[in-house]
């Protein structure tokens, strides 16, 4: 029977349509809670700055004096630090020494940077054209009360933790971690762990690969070890890790052949079939089951099909699974330094490198070519899209460029 592969954004919102949302939840130190996803939309209780205060080292004056007088010598009343306010109000024709973050004392709405002053003992003259407010923080500057700090389904990181803090939260409510067990199948494959080798025998690179790709703090991940080909056994394994977990990623035997039971097993357990191709190279023979709101994702066995379609399509889903917003990998458009010819009917992906030369970046195709070439993972920046429709590239062409976290900041 011939099957019509699924575009990958199709296979995303077909798939993101039949989540249901995650509502589990637990409490953490905000220092604990990077990578983990909100459980609920935090508002901000105060503002910040609650106070104005110095951008910054300087001194502080009222500007209409300097406005009727530019030549005017202002008497240096005190000295403000963060900290330690100067806790008098300054007179017009008075100056206030202050340091960064200190409080802006009353009577003072303009700060000048000391090396645009002229200080002679206790007295300071401004050397520059002075604007009104200048090099102050404003009330409620970084965030006003009532403001949304951190939405409801954000992937937290560090920044996050920052904001949080400064808005005077300690603990906050996230949600629980997503179970996922991985699988690889094959009665080729041995653990790298294994001291003897047979001919015919190859390590296994998929489950080691995915337990690494996917080691993120809002999953809890499981190695349910390598399966042989056969269908009862598999689908007895599919089953158990149904069982304990949220999802179950397998990889190998998701073709037609002989040997590939993966789709046969999804039905077993139960499974409606969702996805069972897609349109893409590498990555075409991978087939998707849900059972209630569990899912099931056999990817091919290549490694390097394995690892592209983990990074386009299960990544994003296993965090909208894990209670998070939607968040679809970031691609930027990069011209192609390359020349390509494809078949058109399904888009490509290939490993590129990112080249810097004086007139800009372009993209260069890393490695060689197969789903199956592992070495063509390292050492790229990240992966190029050729779309379907396309059969040839030139040089020049802007393309989409899905970038790995190592060129990311």
Request: net charge positive.
């Given at each position: 029977?011939?099957?019509t592969p699924t575009k990958l954004e199709i296979a995303r919102d077909l798939l993101k349509k039949s989540i249901v949302e995650k509502d589990k939840k ?141 808005s005077g939260n300690n603990e906050i409510d996230i949600y629980e971690k997503l179970n996922v067990s991985v699988i690889s199948t094959g009665d080729e ?221």
């Amino acid at each position: 029977m011939s099957i019509t592969p699924t575009k990958l954004e199709i296979a995303r919102d077909l798939l993101k349509k039949s989540i249901v949302e995650k509502d589990k939840k637990t409490q953490s130190l905000i220092h604990k809670a990077q990578e983990r996803i909100n459980y609920k939309t935090i508002k901000s209780r105060l503002n910040l700055p609650s106070t104005a205060n110095s951008a910054v080292d300087g001194y502080g004056i009222l500007h209409q004096t300097f406005l009727n007088n530019p030549e005017t010598e202002f008497e240096i009343a005190g000295i403000a630090k963060a900290g330690h306010p100067y806790k008098k109000k300054i007179l017009p024709h008075q100056a206030i020494e202050i340091y960064t973050g200190a409080i802006m004392p009353e009577g003072v709405d303009t700060i000048v940077m000391h090396e645009k002053c002229k200080r002679s003992n206790n007295r300071v003259i401004i050397n520059e054209k002075v604007k009104q407010n200048q090099n102050m923080r404003p009330i409620g500057e970084n965030l006003k009360r009532g403001e949304v700090v951190v939405k409801k389904g954000k992937l937290l990181n560090a920044a996050d933790i920052g904001q949080l803090a400064a808005s005077g939260n300690n603990e906050i409510d996230i949600y629980e971690k997503l179970n996922v067990s991985v699988i690889s199948t094959g009665d080729e494959l041995i653990s790298s762990k294994a001291n003897k080798r047979l001919r015919g025998q190859i390590y296994d690179s998929n489950k080691p690969m995915l337990l690494s790709l996917l080691d993120h703090k809002f999953l809890n991940i499981h190695d349910f070890g390598i399966v042989k080909d056969n269908r009862n056994e598999l689908a007895r394994k599919f089953a158990d890790a149904l069982s304990k977990n949220d999802v179950v990623i397998s990889s190998g035997g998701a073709s037609d052949g002989i040997e590939d039971h993966t789709q046969n097993a999804i039905r077993d357990v139960g499974a409606e079939c969702l996805v069972w191709q897609l349109a893409m190279k590498p990555g075409k023979p991978m087939a998707i089951g849900r059972k209630k709101n569990k899912f099931i994702f056999c990817l091919p066995g290549n490694p390097v099909a394995a690892f592209v379609c983990s990074k386009l399509l299960i990544k994003p889903l296993l965090i909208k699974l894990a209670g998070g917003v939607d968040l679809e990998p970031l691609v930027v458009k990069i011209p192609s330094g390359f020349e390509h010819r494809k078949r058109k009917g399904r888009a490509e992906y290939l490993r590129a490198k990112i080249i810097s030369k004086d007139n800009g970046d372009f993209l260069k195709i890393h490695g060689r070519k197969g789903a199956g070439v592992i070495s063509s993972l390292t050492g790229a920046d990240g992966i190029v899209e050729i779309p379907m429709d396309y059969e040839t590239v030139k040089v020049g062409e802007l393309l989409k460029f899905y970038p790995f976290e190592h060129r990311c900041l």
